[in-house]
Every structure is written in C-alpha cells, then in structure tokens.
C-alpha cells in the first residue's frame, strides 16, 4: 500500500541546517509532483514546497525560499527538504504529501497521501 | 495572495447532526477547493477535492459544495469518529496554495 514516512527530524539551534527525509513506498516518485507541509504547535496547515514530477520545478513559500531547497533521488523513492539558516518561526511538525495527479507535469495541489510528520524545533 | 476563512472556527455537535462548515475566498478560486480531516497527532487526509468530488474511501456522509469564493463542507449524520479538525484548501494560485485555519468540530 501506498506510505510516506518522514525522518530527520529534532531540536536544532538558530542559524542551523537540517534535512528530512520522506521514503515512499507503493507507488514511483517519478511519477508524482511531491510536496511538503508544516504545522507549527498548535496551530494550521503551511505549504512549504513542491517539486513537480520533472524533477526541474520547485516552488516555494516565500518565507522559506532562498533558506530550504525541496529534492528528491527517484533511485532511493526518497524525498528530501535541506532546510538552511533555521528561525525560531520554522519550529513545526513537517509533513510530506504526494500530488493527487500522475497524468501532468504541473501538480495539482491536491494531497492525497500524507506521512506521519517528523517534528523540527529550532531554540537555543 | 489569496486569503481562505473559514467559519465557524469550531462547534460543538451531536452524533446523528448534520453539520456544515463554510470556507469563503479572498477572490475567485473557481471550483479548486479541496478538504481534509486532521485528528489530534495525526496526519490530514483528503476529503473532498475539486470542491465537490469525494476521495476514494471517504464516507459518502461527506459532501461539499460551492465554486467562486464560497464553499461549503457538510457532514450528514456525524459519527464519532468524526470530531476533528477540517481545513479548506485553495488550488487555484498553483504552483502556491494556501490553507484555511481550520474549523474544530467537538462533541456537544
């Protein structure tokens, strides 16, 4: 069955990098535009990223571009999100979701499966 | 940007109600209006897509409705396993998108 599992997660000072990592199963990432999602404590839903399925196209929100680069290694069905010169306000839990299309290269924007999330907290 | 609200931000219901949930846009989104479930420590999942398709394996009690800027989400005969949280999403800005705040639906 289809499932997406985050790691990479953990407590990391300011001005630090981290990167997580979402192993997919059940399914070819080739195939799919791949996004990541945060929810800080207690609060809503942020999209981050996306990468569509060339590979090529990457988006981002604009507090996080230029500090967080979305990739991913269609060898090991693994994506991953390097996140640069971290801030308090990117403490979160961090989700990665499959598009719901694998017909075209622009993504839907439609999350069909999501991961359990791995929990990024950025303190000193 | 396009700016999503929804209303009311929580309720409190009954098992057997039927409850409904509004997701107005800032602007025109169309009919890309999508909804999720969030239970507490748990990932979302898809309800609803395309303002009023139902994802594979959603209960059939689910529905929405709506295009423009306003949209609805209702549950008709709300069972227990469906005191959550729901968030609206809008697909219209591709390639950005941006949530709801979401509406909290608990047990009267």
């Known amino acids: 069955q289809i499932q997406l599992v985050e790691s990479g997660g953990g407590v990391v000072q300011p001005g630090r990098s981290l990167r997580l990592s979402c192993a997919a199963s059940?399914?070819?990432?080739?195939?799919?535009?791949m996004h990541w999602v945060r929810q800080a404590p207690g609060k809503g839903l942020e999209w981050v990223a996306v990468i569509w399925l060339d590979g090529t196209n990457r988006y981002y929100l604009d507090s996080v571009k230029g500090r967080f680069t979305i990739s991913s290694d269609n060898s090991k069905n693994t994506l991953y999100l390097q996140m640069n010169s971290l801030r308090a306000e990117d403490t979160a839990v961090y989700y990665c979701?499959?598009?719901?299309?694998?017909?075209?290269?622009?993504?839907?924007?439609?999350?069909?499966?999501w991961g359990q999330g791995t929990l990024v907290t950025v303190s000193s | 940007d396009i700016q999503m609200t929804q209303s009311p931000s929580s309720l409190s219901a009954s098992v057997g109600d039927r409850v409904t949930i509004t997701c107005r846009a800032s602007?025109?989104?169309?009919?890309?209006l999508n909804w999720y479930q969030q239970k507490p420590g748990k990932a979302p999942k898809l309800l609803i897509y395309a303002a009023s398709s139902l994802h594979s394996g959603v209960p059939s009690r689910f529905s929405g409705s709506g295009s423009g800027t306003d949209f609805t989400l209702s549950i008709n005969g709300l069972q227990l396993e469906d005191f959550a949280t729901y968030y609206c999403q809008e697909s219209y800005s591709n390639p950005l998108t941006t949530f709801g705040q979401g509406t909290k639906v608990e047990i009267k």
């Open positions: 979701a499959r598009d719901r299309s694998d017909v075209d290269i622009v993504a839907t924007n439609i999350f069909d499966y």
């Open positions: 602007h025109s989104i169309t009919s890309h």
């Open positions: 059940g399914f070819p990432l080739s195939n799919y535009a």
